[in-house]
């Protein structure tokens, strides 16, 4: 059972259009984490929300925490082919006692055709 | 740049050797995480330091798994006996222990076993 859902699992759009993809889970989360991963290379931390309806913006890019933890969600605005990529959700449980313990969905890999 | 790296990029192996892993943090970042990913899956937690210290290590890592970070600086994870399903991306990752929701990925090892 995968704790935390991510859909689409794939998405391929045009250039200048908008798309939002999710992340969800049964459970609750201390924070949530977006990273972004080339083929190959390690993932790249975007962005981190902490507070239950939080909303954080980095340029074309927008996140939001559910209210209740459970779930985030990114948006892209006028996507771009530099955007393509394995979008990974990442998280801490509020209920285990680990520590270092980072649960990550299985990803939605966009890919922008120009 | 003195973000997280790891040494060797790709290591191809035969089936029964044994492999041996190097991850050099941020310098000054304390903790520092393995993780493993698949083709299709997200990473996967496997263990984590802090300073010199293993803190905590998951069920996926069995015993022909060792990690080490004997001077609280760059880390080595080695894998015994090699076996196929042992074939994946070994990602390290380093944070603060301040901050443990902002983990920074290096570009991982591809391990393949024959």
């Known amino acids: 059972t995968q704790l935390l859902e991510q859909s689409p699992q794939f998405l391929s759009i045009q250039e200048g259009e908008n798309l939002t993809v999710y992340c969800n889970s049964s459970s609750v989360f201390s924070s949530l984490q977006w990273y972004r991963q080339e083929p190959g290379e390690g993932p790249v931390l975007l962005v981190t929300?902490?507070?239950?309806?939080e909303v954080k913006k980095l340029k074309r890019l927008t996140f939001q925490f559910g209210d209740a933890r459970k779930d985030s969600s990114l948006h892209i605005t006028a996507a771009q082919p530099g955007d393509t990529g394995l979008y990974l959700c990442?998280?801490?449980?509020?209920?285990?006692?680990?520590?270092?313990?980072?649960?990550f969905g299985k990803g939605t890999k966009l890919s922008v055709k120009p | 740049d003195t973000g997280v790296s790891q040494d060797p990029r790709h290591k191809i192996t035969k089936r029964g050797q044994n492999v041996t892993f190097r991850c050099d943090p941020i310098?000054?970042?304390?903790?520092l995480y393995w993780y493993r990913q698949t083709l299709g899956q997200g990473p996967e937690f496997l263990t984590y330091?802090?300073?010199?210290?293993?803190?905590?290590k998951s069920r996926l890592l069995s015993d022909r798994f060792s990690a080490e970070r004997p001077k609280g600086s760059f880390s080595t994870l080695e894998i015994q006996r090699t076996e196929q399903g042992d074939s994946a991306m070994y990602l390290c990752a380093s944070s603060y222990p301040s901050r443990i929701n902002e983990q920074f990925f290096g570009p991982g090892t591809r391990l393949t076993v024959l």
């Open positions: 929300v902490v507070t239950g309806g």
């Open positions: 330091f802090q300073n010199e210290a293993q803190l905590e």
């Open positions: 990442a998280g801490r449980l509020t209920d285990r006692g680990s520590q270092g313990n980072l649960i």
């Open positions: 310098s000054e970042h304390n903790r």
